[in-house]
């Protein structure tokens, strides 16, 4: 199986923000009085604003809203930790040597993604999808879909990294390849998930005739 072109999800496959993001909410699951793992379950690779309303059932959009705001300005201004992941920037700086397109599907808004990135001190993408740029975000496939147009490809010719279900969810449904960043028991559709891996540093890629092969652990995945 062969690929074109990366898109790559942000927050846990490609830097770390895990404890800002779950300061961020268990601040709001304590503002709500909702249990803390309750929403740390969900809201991992979910926009936040759909997280909001799954939470916030009764709310009026303009008290969404409002608490979007709070939660957003918690997580843009929190970047204690953030870093990359190892093989993040390896891989990036090989994508961009041998002209591999490749995208950041993100379901964090412009402010948030673009603090993060700043901080993870990562490449910059020609190309960013972001919450604002979809109607529908993971686990929707729209995200993907319009990462692959971005790219100029079908997005059978994409293969996602993903580590959240949400994420899994959309890059499936979106009819990309898909690599799983961290293993863990949890994985949702395993039999449909091209390859799992560690991290990044896991894989190795060859460019032939305008084709990317992926090899972890000396197997070819697409």
Known sequence: MKCRGFLFDLDGTLI????AVER???KFADKMGIDRDEVLNYVHGTPAILSLRHFMPDATEEEIDSIFKWIEKLETEDTEGIAALPGAIALIDKL????????????GTVPLASARHKVAELPEPAHWVTAESVKNGKPNPEPYLLGAQKLGLLPEECVVFEDAAAGIHAGL?????????HDSPDIPRRDEIHMTITNLEDIEIVKSGGYVTIYAMNQAVC
């Open 16 to 19: 770390d923000s895990l404890p």
């Open 173 to 181: 449904d979106a009819g990309c390849q898909v690599v799983v960043v």
């Open 96 to 107: 961009n040597a041998l002209d591999i397109p490749w995208a950041i599907v993100t379901s």
């Open 24 to 26: 961020a909410w268990i």
